[in-house]
């Protein structure tokens, strides 16, 4: 079932909290008219396995790693332990 539509109604949390207890897989895809910009977030059962946006090239690890919500040290452990070609939900697995 796709899900589509504003999200004038809804919160962004709100969102990612449906798609978690659900345990949905699939890209959610955020556009902002206002920025002319666009988000995009693809889960696997529920869970983040990755984000971009267009406007920020940088890895949602990076961008924990930067807020002080990740060490650089815990992702490179976790990297050592699942391998180099882990794939993101791997590694938070291994957080």
Same mark, same amino acid.
């Given at each position: 079932m796709a899900i589509e539509g504003p999200l004038r109604?809804?919160?962004?949390?709100? +969102?990612?909290q449906l798609l978690d207890l659900s345990r949905k897989t699939g890209t959610l895809r955020v556009t902002s008219e206002l920025r002319d910009d666009e988000g995009v977030v693809h889960f696997a059962n529920g869970r983040v396995i990755h984000a971009s946006i267009r406007s920020l090239p940088t890895s949602l690890e990076q961008i924990l790693i930067t807020a002080g919500k990740l !060490?650089?040290?815990? +992702? %490179? !452990? %976790?990297? %050592?332990?699942?391998?180099?070609? !882990?794939s993101a939900a791997q590694l938070a697995d291994a957080l």
């Open positions: 109604e809804l919160g962004i949390h709100d +969102v990612f !060490a650089e040290s815990d +992702v %490179a !452990a %976790a990297r %050592a332990r699942c391998g180099p070609d !882990a």
